[in-house]
């Protein structure tokens, strides 16, 4: 359900397994969030056009993060084929492209202007009741987004504007403006009104964190980083850490009452706007009356490994809504699923689960040569965009089969494989320590024992060297060899 990239993807690879479904959209047309935001109309996901691998190759994945993933090559890499060259950073109209062609050109059919508004049980079939009148189906999944307006609980900040309700940026010319939040779309409102507003005010309680500092997605993307550098060589931005303690409306203007955690007293600023860029919850309707819990400040639903509610097996979730499904978050970083890189591997990957679990289809699974396994495994990790977008969050898992020798079981979460041990088996994985070296992880399970074995880094991230062969053979000797 939902007919952004998260439900686009979803139902792509559901139908490239056979599985009989339907997908409905609130929305006019595909596109989803990107109808309408990021607000300044670009995107904070890059897409290289020239990288040093043939587009719509697996391996140029890793320099494309905004194009779905389809089998069939003549719809890859499609974002390349639309964007006009001035940016790395597609235009917002310019995925929104992305996203109707490729859901034109495979075939995904979507039911638009239907909106999902209650949801029941009927025996072993959930129904879905929407607008267009009510809809059976053994499993649900529910990709409605990560974009609906959230706000903190402050006194009077029910009288500001969202995010989602920032006004032309000429409109702000000459104003005092106050943004509350300091993540990426705060940010990105404050890049945006720099050469419009008076004064501009980021405030909230916990420093900003920088993505170049994090080396994640977790912090100010680089290209937000300008208000802060205007900030530091004092040239009119304040980045404030401080709460909000509440915000009155007067006449014409707002006074926000702000407290700095080792202060006495209020610091108060006079401005004439105030914007909550205070984040987004998900539209998930009355699942929490069915039973389905929610986890963190802005209520994401709790989830397995497989995207599945931790709390009402059978009932799925696509897209961004995956990022509430963290991993093992090794040396503190999340996974990528909070953007289209991201959950693009997951969506295809719980199309896959779902139609082993719940309709009996089984996906293919390879046969590798003994003599091919460890070049295999040190390719993946040079080269699998899996692995390089989802570091320690997905892996490569190859199994030992008695029937059949070693078998490629296809990319899965790392906390599922590690989760269930079982059979002899290797997973690998690419990871990142606080250094910022980044370096491939080799889980062996041998009889229900599972170890850890970290490679080397390279300075290339190539590690099809003779070094890291010998590290690999090491490792999967008596498990798969
Ligand atoms: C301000 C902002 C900027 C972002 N910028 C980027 C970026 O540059 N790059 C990036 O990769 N990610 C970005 N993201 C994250 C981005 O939202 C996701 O990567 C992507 O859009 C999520 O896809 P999705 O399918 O999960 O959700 P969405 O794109 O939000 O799609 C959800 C779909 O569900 C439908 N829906 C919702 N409720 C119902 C209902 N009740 N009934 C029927 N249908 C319903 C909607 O109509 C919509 O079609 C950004 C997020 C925000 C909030």
């Not at 969202?162 to 300091?182: M, N, S």
């Not at 880094?457 to 090491?474: G, M, P, Q, Y």
Request: glycine share 8%; charged share 20%; hydrophobic share 35%.
């Amino acid at each position: 359900m939902g007919s952004g990239p998260g439900g686009l993807q979803i139902s792509y690879s559901l139908s490239r397994l056979g599985v009989r479904h339907a997908v409905i959209s609130a929305d006019e047309s595909a596109g989803g969030m990107f109808r309408r935001w990021p607000f300044f109309q670009r995107l904070l996901s890059w897409t290289k056009p020239y990288a040093p691998f043939e587009r719509g190759t697996r391996e140029y994945e890793r320099y494309d993060w905004n194009s779905l993933l389809p089998i069939e090559r003549e719809h890859a890499a499609l974002m390349t084929t639309i964007m006009d060259g001035s940016s790395y950073y597609p235009s917002r109209p310019e995925m929104e492209r992305n996203l109707a062609t490729f859901a034109e050109r495979t075939g995904v059919a979507v039911r638009f202007g239907c909106r999902w508004t209650a949801t029941r049980r009927d025996g072993d079939r959930w129904v879905l009741e929407t607008t267009d009148g009510e809809f059976r189906c053994q499993v649900p999944v529910f990709a409605v987004g990560v974009s609906q307006p959230w706000r903190p609980q402050i006194p009077g900040i029910e009288d500001v504007p969202h995010y989602a309700d920032t006004r032309p940026a000429e409109t702000y010319a000459g104003r005092r403006v106050f943004i509350i939040g300091k993540e990426n779309s705060g940010f990105e409102l404050a890049t945006g009104l720099l050469q419009w507003a008076k004064q501009i005010v980021l405030a909230s309680p916990s420093p900003a964190k920088l993505s170049i500092n994090t080396r994640s997605l977790v912090g100010v993307r680089a290209r937000y980083v300008q208000p802060y550098e205007d900030h530091v060589l004092a040239g009119g931005v304040i980045v404030l850490d401080a709460s909000i303690e509440r915000i009155e409306r007067r006449e014409g203007h707002f006074h926000v009452h702000t407290r700095k955690a080792d202060a006495a007293s209020d610091l108060v600023f006079e401005v004439d706007d105030v914007i909550a860029a205070t984040g987004f919850t998900s539209p998930i309707q009355d699942l929490p009356n069915l039973g389905v819990a929610t986890v963190g400040r802005n209520k994401l639903p709790a989830q397995t490994p497989f995207w599945e509610s931790s709390t009402v097996p059978g009932v799925y979730f696509g897209g961004t809504i995956h990022q509430a499904s963290p991993g093992l978050r090794k040396h503190g970083i999340p996974s990528n699923s909070g953007g289209v890189n991201g959950h693009r591997y997951n969506g295809r990957i719980l199309a896959r689960h779902i139609a082993a679990k719940h309709f009996e289809v089984s996906p293919e699974r390879p046969v590798i040569s003994r003599a091919e396994l460890v070049s295999f495994l040190l390719t993946e990790a040079t080269n699998a965009p899996e692995l390089w977008h989802q570091k320690a969050y997905l892996a490569r898992v190859i199994v030992r089969d008695d029937k059949r020798g070693i078998v490629d079981d296809g990319v899965q979460p790392l906390q599922h494989v590690l989760d269930t041990g079982g059979a002899n088996s290797v997973a690998i994985t690419l990871e990142e320590n606080a250094a910022g070296e980044i370096y491939p992880v080799l889980y062996t399970c041998r009889d229900g024992a599972t170890s850890e074995h970290p490679l080397p880094t390279n300075a290339l991230h190539d590690f099809r060297t003779s070094e890291h062969e010998k590290a690999v053979i090491a490792a999967v000797e008596g498990v798969l060899l």
